[in-house]
């Protein structure tokens, strides 16, 4: 049984920083990509950064998080990173961690390819 677990959610200023933290178990297949997602009240949810956990690492970013969010792993700690800096009010969210696959050659932003799903980790940022 595959299992996401979060943490690392919080409050913050503007400004500021948070690293969120994806510890993964249970996942059998040998290639596969984990993505960052995120929704804020009454707006759907967004992919906001992915990566390939084989490979080269591939990673993929919305353009919003560009230069300011970074999602790295540990392959030895089954763990996926999203390092998030300059953190914005418009950041607000609750932030879920995912595992899927693609036949895509770059790690995708879209959800319907993920098939797990952690159980999300709020994160306010304050002005």
């Known amino acids: 049984q595959v ?6 959610g919080g409050s913050v200023q503007a400004g500021g920083s948070l690293r969120l933290s994806c510890a993964a178990s249970g996942y059998t297949d ?3 990509f984990m993505g960052w997602f995120r929704q804020a009240p009454g707006k759907e949810r967004e992919g906001v950064a992915a990566i390939a956990t084989t490979g080269s690492g591939t990673t993929s970013y919305v353009d919003s998080v560009k230069g300011r969010f970074t999602i790295s792993q540990d392959n030895a700690k089954n763990t996926v990173y999203l390092q998030m800096n300059s953190l914005k009010p418009d950041d607000t969210a609750v932030y879920y961690c995912a595992a899927g696959n693609s036949p895509l ?3 995708p932003l879209q959800q319907w390819w993920y098939n797990y799903w ?3 980790t709020q ?3 304050s002005s």
């Open 3 to 8: 299992q996401l677990v979060e943490s690392g």
């Open 30 to 32: 040998s290639s596969y």
């Open 105 to 107: 050659g770059i790690p």
């Open 118 to 120: 952690g159980q999300g």
């Open 123 to 125: 994160v306010t940022v």
